[in-house]
T-cell receptor, first 115, second 113 residues
Framework: AQKITQTQPGMFVQEKEAVTLDCTYD???????LFWYKQPSSGEMIFLIY??????QNATEGRYSLNFQKARKSANLVISASQLGDSAMYFC????????????FGTGTLLAVQP | DTGVSQDPRHKITKRGQNVTFRCDPI?????LYWYRQTLGQGPEFLTY????????KSRLLSDRFSAERPKGSFSTLEIQRTEQGDSAMYLC???????????FGPGTRLTVL
């Protein structure tokens, strides 16, 4: 079964510091996509960043970067210069391709940014 | 681009009642997904449409659940004879055919009393 593991149920970070949220996945597929979403307390899922399994360079989107280590099946999210508004649940998800392209999600990490 | 919208945002119902949720995807997106999220968990896939065709259903989608996308635009998710275990956030997402960005709506939070 395809499984996404986020081992950190909760994390604290000081404002303006960087934080890394861990994600590992289990697959024998060669082609897949890796996603990170942010879910504030209001409930909406906000798309942050995407990395394809064949992409050689790590994806970056503003303060977000994805540390992709294919051999380790790891796709950690790095948030630089944390802001109070970054406090939220963060979900890692994998799209294993095929006709559906559905996402399989991890259980999430709750990030709290402290002033 | 007004984003994915869902209606209602909140629904409280009594056990045994039927409920229907609506999702309006981003206009040029032909793929539409429904997910369910219970407290403390990540979203779980329920079903997928490409245009008006429902191409995959999760085994989570019991026969009390039905989803439609009649004209390949908006979609509805109906739950018949609701049970307390149906209480969850129901999320809709859409994307283009080759789209890697899957954009979610704000969700409908269902509470079954």
């Amino acid at each position: 079964a395809q499984k996404i593991t986020q081992t950190q149920p909760g994390m604290f970070v000081q404002e303006k510091e960087a934080v890394t949220l861990d994600c590992t996945y289990d697959t024998s597929d060669q082609s897949y996509g890796l996603f990170w979403y942010k879910q504030p307390s209001s409930g909406e899922m906000i798309f942050l960043i995407y990395q394809g399994s064949y992409d050689e360079q790590n994806a970056t989107e503003g303060r977000y970067s994805l540390n992709f280590q294919k051999a380790r099946k790891s796709a950690n999210l790095v948030i630089s210069a944390s802001q109070l508004g970054d406090s939220a649940m963060y979900f890692c998800a994998v799209n294993y391709g095929g006709a559906t392209n559905k996402l399989i999600f991890g259980t999430g990490t709750l990030l709290a940014v402290q002033p | 681009d007004t984003g994915v919208s869902q209606d209602p945002r909140h629904k409280i119902t009594k056990r045994g009642q039927n409920v229907t949720f609506r999702c309006d995807p981003i206009s040029e997106h032909n793929r539409l997904y429904w997910y369910r999220q219970t407290l403390g968990q990540g979203p779980e896939f329920l079903t997928y449409f490409q245009n008006e065709a429902q191409l995959e259903k999760s085994r989570l989608l019991s026969d009390r659940f039905s989803a439609e996308r009649p004209k390949g635009s908006f979609s509805t998710l109906e739950i018949q004879r609701t049970e307390q275990g149906d209480s969850a956030m129901y999320l809709c997402a859409s994307s283009t055919a080759g789209g890697q960005g899957k954009y979610f709506g704000p969700g409908t939070r269902l509470t079954v009393l």
